[in-house]
Structures are given as structure tokens and as C-alpha cells.
């Protein structure tokens, strides 16, 4: 028996095994054919999530059938993402990520593209009420038709009622069979007239004007919201506007000094230029910044497109600054005079004349004489005055200037 | 009981035909609205993110950069090309813009589009090379891509943080460019803003 028993064992056992390697071989094979079958070669790859993106210098037509060089370049790069191993949705992330959504032909639902989704099930439930409501009109058309039917019956028994009474007043039938007869047509009649009821009350009510006003507000009011909600999906968009964008400002002080400087440099010829040179120049003149400021103003004064009190203006600071920087008087008292030439009612070139003219020149009478003239002008302020009266009075009591 | 029914048939009607006018108002408010809007003027998803991490052959002599490198300076970034006839009309701007910046914390950086090297060079000795501008090509149009470009010109804006905060589509001006600067040295983002026309290839128009 143990002899038996050893020896059959191993047929037991390949026995045994049968179930296991047919069940494994199966296991195999079919993980084989699901392997075959869903694998993909990465140029199948990138050509199937090519054909989902749209090329974005092309009209309509996915990076994958696109012979545009920027196309070329994105299935390129989504090859060598997947190439990489990236997931596809990597690889799509890496092509579009800096796109906007409308790039991808089969977008993800969101607050922008929700209309999408939702548009082919509001058609279906709306072409199910359509259908439903075009059915339902036909059967109250029916309705009509049975309810025109039910009254000729009407008439049909109440006539079969009269012939009877008078054949039965006139001995024409017999009593027995009268009765049956009388008794069929009254129920007859019973079922008809609530038949007839039946169909009475399905007959729609006629509308009345205040009905349909009602109506047509509660439309308008809908069509309203819905412009509004629908509003929502929309993002505002600009216009797209041809040519270059307005290259001056209307306000200089809104912008920094170097944007000032890039955009005088850049529009050199433009007929207003110089109101923004000497705005900056008279910016760098506050600052202190008089090396910055000097060929701005040299720029207005050498203007034949600036307005004479613009010129005035830079003339008037070049003096100064040649006398002040640069201690030359003569060429101060040159431009100063310029300046007061383009500028006559200006009291601040001949201010200026006159300090150069006591304070560099050394000629306290000619300088007085200059602030007297600037007195004898209207338009000076109460500080400027008093500046204007205490240089006076110095120069006229011959000290030097300070 | 038959009396209840007439009112809710009549409800049904009335809801079928206020389904398909809503429906139908609803898609022609949308789709009008779509209709005629270019998708190249939508805002860039980039706006707030971190610049992209390109590093780019310069277009002269060897070497590349990385917009990383300039961490803590505003960094502008123009596409160009030799073809574009937009980029000659913006071309004094970033001239004169990118001078009146240079050691101000601004760099301007240039990326030839769909371009070869020898036409851009060409092109930028007939209109002007900027001394303050770091020139460079984009092989396989990585920058590009990872930009979001549409068409060209297109000039972005990277903050001293390394995020983009502006995006510029079209010929601009040194206002506009100006402006922007400034507005990101105040710590606002200038946006996006349309000026002007793009064109994505050459004979595109």
C-alpha cells in the first residue's frame, strides 16, 4: 500500500497541477492579449493626444495634422515628454501649460466650458418636451374630434328615444321589448352624456388678454435673466486693435523718470516731445540731478517745434546752470537773455539776469536795475516779491552778493 | 380628477415650449458672444506663475541663460523675429526702453521665434542692437511653448520674484513697457494688454 501509494503520488500530483497550469496558462495568455492589445507605440501616442490639441497659430486644425513649424516643434516635445515616461496628461501639461484651455479640443469641464457640457443634454431634454408637448397637441386634437363624435351619438339616442314613444304610443312594438329597448338607450345615453362630460373638461380654456400679458412679461424677464447668467460663461475679452499703441502720456507724473527718458528716446521726432522733455528735465532739476536734467533742456531749447515759453523755460535753467555749475557769465547772461528775448513778460530770466549780472559780473548797479524791472511786473508773487525787494536793496547798498 | 389633469397638460406645454426658447436664447447669448473672438487674446494662464525654467543658447557666441539667473532684477521678455513686421515697428521702443533701465534692475531679453540665427542677426544690425538686451535663440521653440506664445510680438514680464505678472501682445511702445516697469516697482501686476496685431509666421497677416 505505501509502495502503492508512492508510486501513484506523482501522477496525483501532475494530476493535481492540471487545474493550476491550465488556470495560469490562461492567466497568461489573456494578460498576453490585454497587453498586445492596449499597447501603444509613443508615436501612436503622441499622434492620438496630437490629434486632441489644436495647434495654436493654425485655424482649427490639431498640432498632429499641421505642417506649421510651431506644431511641428509642439508634437516634438510631447514625443519626447512621453518618451520620458510622463503620464499623458503630463505630457499634454507640458505642451499646453502656459494655453489657454480652448487649445485642448476635448476640454475639461469647467466654469468656462460648462455650456459644452451641458448643451447636448439640455437639447435632449428639451427635444423630449418638444416631443412630448407636439404629442400631447395632437391628442387634445383627437380629443376634439371623439368630443364632436360623442354629441352626433347624442342626438342619434335621444332621436331612437322619440322613435320608440312613438311606436310604442302607436301599438307598433311590443310593451316587452320597448322596455328592453328604453332601457338600453337610457343607459347608452348615460354613458355618452359622461363621455361627452369627459371631454368637456379637457377643452382648454380660451385665453384672456391679461393672461397673455402675463405671459409675455414673465418671457421678457426670463430672456433677461438668462442674457444675465449667460453673461457669467463670458470672459471679457479686448478687441483686437491694429497698429501701435498711443506713445505719449497724457500725464507726466504718473510715470517714473526712466520711463519718461524711453519714451522721449523712442519718439525723438514727434511734434509734442519737447512738453515731455522738459517735464523730466524740470523732474531732474528738483532732484538735483542737473547732469540728467541738462541735455533735455538743451534739447527743448534747441526745439524748433517748442512753444516759445518752453524754450524761455530751458534757456532760462541753462543760464543757470552754466553760471551756477560751471561759473561761466558770460554764457549764462547769453542765454538768460535769449530766454527774456522769447519770454519778455517772464520775471524769472530777468531775476536771474540780474543776479548773474551783480553776483558773477560783479555789477550790483546793473543788477539792481534788473530787479527793479522784475518789480515793475504784475504777475510776482508775495515770496517772490520779498526775495526779489531784499536783493534789491542789497545790490543797491552796493554788498556782494551771498 | 380629470379636472386636475387639463391644468398640468397645459404646465407641460408651457414648460417644453419655455425649455427650448430659454435653450435657445441661452446658446445664442454664448455662441454670439464667442463668435468673432480670437482665442489668442485670452488671458495667459501663466499670469501669477512662476516664469518658466528655459535656459536658451544666447544668439551670439556660446553659452545660455536662464531666466533664473536674474532673480531680484524685472526681467522683460521679447519675442521677435527677422519676418515680423510688427517687431520693426516696436523695435526703437525696446531700444530706448531697455537703455533708459540698463543698471536700473530691469533686463530685457530677446528670443528669436521660429527664426534662424543669421536672419535675426541681420535683422537686428539693420534695425539696432541694445546694449542692455541679452539676445537669444529658441531651438524647437521650447520658450515659446512654455511662454504660451500665440504670435509674435509678444513681450512678458517677470517680476523680481520670478513670476510673471504682464504679458503685452503686439507692437508696443516704451510707454507701455515703461509703464509696466513701473507698475511692478510699485508691487502691482500690469496685466495683460493688447496693443496691437501678432503674426505667427512668416507671410501671416
New interface residues.
Given amino acids: 500500500m505505501p509502495e502503492a501509494a508512492v508510486s501513484r503520488r506523482p501522477a496525483l500530483r501532475v494530476l493535481r497541477s492540471v487545474p493550476w497550469a491550465a488556470l495560469s496558462t490562461i492567466v497568461l495568455a489573456v494578460a498576453l492579449v490585454v497587453s498586445v492589445a492596449t499597447y501603444r507605440p509613443v508615436a501612436d501616442t503622441a499622434a492620438e493626444l496630437g490629434s486632441r490639441i489644436r495647434c495654436?497659430?493654425c485655424e482649427g486644425v490639431p498640432i498632429a495634422d499641421s505642417p506649421?513649424?510651431?506644431a511641428v516643434?509642439?508634437m516634438?516635445?510631447l514625443t519626447e515628454r512621453i518618451e520620458e515616461g510622463a503620464s499623458r496628461q503630463e505630457a499634454i501639461d507640458a505642451?499646453l501649460?502656459?494655453?489657454?484651455?480652448?487649445?485642448l479640443l476635448d476640454p475639461s469641464p469647467s466654469r468656462s466650458t460648462i455650456?459644452l457640457w451641458l448643451?447636448p443634454g439640455?437639447?435632449i431634454?428639451?427635444g423630449l418636451?418638444?416631443a412630448?408637448?407636439i404629442r400631447?397637441?395632437r391628442a387634445g386634437v383627437d380629443s376634439g374630434a371623439e368630443r364632436a363624435e360623442l354629441e352626433q351619438r347624442l342626438i342619434h339616442i335621444h332621436t331612437d328615444l322619440d322613435d320608440l314613444a312613438t311606436q310604442v304610443a302607436a301599438g307598433d312594438i311590443d310593451p316587452g321589448a320597448a322596455v328592453h329597448l328604453r332601457s338600453a338607450y337610457s343607459a347608452e345615453l348615460a354613458e355618452t352624456k359622461a363621455a361627452l362630460s369627459?371631454a368637456a373638461?379637457?377643452t382648454?380654456m380660451p385665453r384672456s388678454p391679461r393672461r397673455v400679458a402675463i405671459g409675455a412679461t414673465l418671457?421678457v424677464v426670463?430672456?433677461g435673466a438668462?442674457?444675465i447668467?449667460?453673461?457669467l460663461?463670458?470672459?471679457e475679452?479686448?478687441?483686437?486693435?491694429?497698429?501701435?499703441?498711443?506713445?505719449?502720456?497724457t500725464d507726466a507724473a504718473?510715470?517714473?523718470n526712466?520711463?519718461?527718458?524711453?519714451?522721449?528716446?523712442?519718439?525723438e521726432d514727434h511734434p509734442a516731445i519737447d512738453g515731455m522733455r522738459l517735464a523730466l528735465a524740470e523732474r531732474l532739476f528738483e532732484e538735483a540731478d542737473y547732469q540728467a536734467a541738462f541735455p533735455y533742456y538743451l534739447a527743448v531749447a534747441q526745439s524748433e517745434a517748442a512753444a516759445d515759453n518752453q524754450a524761455a523755460t530751458a534757456l532760462t535753467r541753462l543760464g543757470w546752470m552754466a553760471y551756477e555749475g560751471n561759473n561761466e557769465v558770460d554764457t549764462a547772461l547769453a542765454l538768460l537773455g535769449e530766454a527774456r528775448a522769447l519770454a519778455p513778460d517772464d520775471p524769472f530770466p530777468l531775476y536771474l539776469h540780474g543776479l548773474v549780472t551783480w553776483c558773477g559780473a560783479h555789477d550790483p548797479a546793473a543788477g539792481a536795475e534788473a530787479f527793479r524791472r522784475v518789480l515793475a511786473m504784475s504777475q510776482l508773487d508775495d515770496p517772490t516779491r520779498a526775495q526779489v525787494e531784499a536783493a534789491l536793496a542789497r545790490a543797491e547798498a552796493g554788498q556782494a552778493c551771498a | 380628477m380629470v379636472a386636475e389633469r387639463a391644468p398640468r397638460r397645459r404646465f407641460g406645454i408651457k414648460a417644453a415650449s419655455w425649455a427650448m426658447v430659454g435653450l435657445t436664447a441661452f446658446l445664442a447669448v454664448v455662441l454670439a458672444s464667442r463668435f468673432g473672438s480670437d482665442p489668442r487674446l485670452s488671458d495667459s494662464p501663466l499670469l501669477g506663475q512662476p516664469a518658466p525654467a528655459v535656459s536658451l543658447p544666447f544668439l551670439v557666441g556660446s553659452g545660455e541663460m536662464s531666466l533664473g539667473d536674474y532673480r531680484g532684477d524685472i526681467v522683460v521678455v521679447n519675442f521677435f523675429a527677422s519676418w515680423c513686421l510688427e517687431c520693426r515697428l516696436e523695435h526703437d521702443a525696446l531700444l530706448a526702453t531697455s537703455a533708459a533701465f540698463a543698471g536700473r534692475g530691469v533686463q530685457f531679453v530677446g528670443i528669436a521665434y521660429q527664426d534662424e540665427p543669421t536672419d535675426s542677426l541681420e535683422f537686428l544690425s539693420e534695425v539696432g542692437v541694445s546694449e542692455s538686451t541679452l539676445y537669444l535663440t529658441d531651438e524647437g521653440s521650447r520658450a515659446a511653448i512654455a511662454f504660451g506664445v500665440f504670435g509674435i510680438p509678444e513681450t512678458f514680464f517677470v517680476d523680481p520674484e520670478g513670476t510673471v505678472v504682464g504679458r503685452i501682445i503686439g507692437p508696443t511702445d516704451a510707454l507701455t513697457l515703461g509703464s509696466a516697469i513701473d507698475a511692478i516697482r510699485r508691487g502691482e501686476d500690469p496685466g495683460q494688454q493688447v496693443v496691437g496685431n501678432t503674426r505667427s509666421a512668416p507671410g501671416d497677416g
Fill in positions: 495654436p497659430v506649421a513649424p510651431m516643434d509642439m516634438a516635445l505642451v501649460g502656459a494655453y489657454p484651455g480652448s487649445l455650456v448643451v439640455g437639447a431634454v428639451a418636451a418638444l412630448l408637448t400631447r397637441s369627459a373638461d379637457d382648454p418671457l426670463s430672456l438668462i442674457v447668467v449667460a453673461g460663461f463670458i470672459t475679452r479686448p478687441d483686437t486693435l491694429s497698429g501701435v499703441a498711443a506713445s505719449l502720456p504718473d510715470y517714473s526712466e520711463t519718461l527718458a524711453a519714451v522721449i528716446a523712442a519718439n
